[in-house]
């Protein structure tokens, strides 16, 4: 294309050619707005401005690259989660809206089980890029939030996320709860951990699976023994009241909620549907007393 290029007119072709490529079109906007270094409002008040020769020629780049399979958020860098940027690369998870809602509705069920004032103490179960410990610091500085993630890849992200955005948190290299001291309790602990099951695999997009890190999103046991493991943990890392919080795959919300109560007889259960009716998350609100 020449430099008599507008931008509306640079916005139909990307567009255009990711649909050929089974893309989403959008992401043409995305990718324009990344190489001009345009918010959404100045790019629309731009789009019949000419594109430079230049800026065209990474536009396209950046448009094969994803029509190749690449994520948006790798040839970008970063992601927006919880009204944040997090960087983000081939070492982690991309943020999803799935796991904003399971902070949402993990921080309604905390304010009313905690004081405004009470020293909450906070884990992120395989914590990746640290999106869930670091929002968790930000949208409630008081607490201690500690972060663990049995990939020291994962860990650097995560470290640099929570320096980016101020956010003091403790990051440890543990599997599980492993490498946490012994008498380490916490009174909240959320996880989005590995839940896709192995036969998954073949039925997947391959933006996913040739681009994010297997072992954030694959799991043994049908996809389910992370989620074992950890209810066989925690009633020996639960303070009371406390709150437990899991992300799970669509399908898997009864099976999980099944294994807390398990672990937590005398406790309540809940599994909780995301915004496009999925069970989607499990939640266990521990009482006061056993």
Known sequence: ???TYKLY??????SSYLEEHNREPFAAELLLRFVLKLDRT????????????????????AIQKHA????????????????RTFRVNRDVLIPRPETEELIYYALERCDSIFATDQKVTAADIGTGSGIIAVTLKLERPSWTVTG????????????????????????????????LKPEQTFDLVLSNPPYIPHSDLTSMSEVVVDHEPHLALFADEEGLILYRKMCEQL??????????????????????SALLA????????????????????VFCRLSPHV
Do not use: C
């Open 148 to 179: 663990a993630d049995l990939s020291d890849d994962a860990l650097r992200v995560a470290k640099e996320n929570a320096e980016n955005l101020n956010a003091k948190i403790e990051l440890i290299q543990s599997d599980l709860f492993s490498s």
């Open 9 to 14: 007119e640079a916005l139909n072709w990307a």
């Open 262 to 281: 398990e672990a937590f007889p005398n406790d309540h259960v809940e599994v909780v549907y995301d915004i496009n009716g999925k069970d989607r998350m």
């Open 1 to 3: 294309m020449a430099t």
């Open 235 to 256: 009633p020996e890392r639960m303070n009371r009241p406390g709150l437990i919080g899991f992300e799970v795959g669509a399908g898997q919300g009864q099976i999980v």
């Open 42 to 61: 100045r790019l629309y008040m731009q789009l019949r401005e000419i594109v430079e020769e230049e800026d065209f020629k990474l536009f396209e780049e």
């Open 68 to 83: 190749e399979g690449i994520p948006v958020q790798h040839i970008i860098g970063s992601e927006s989660f919880y009204g």
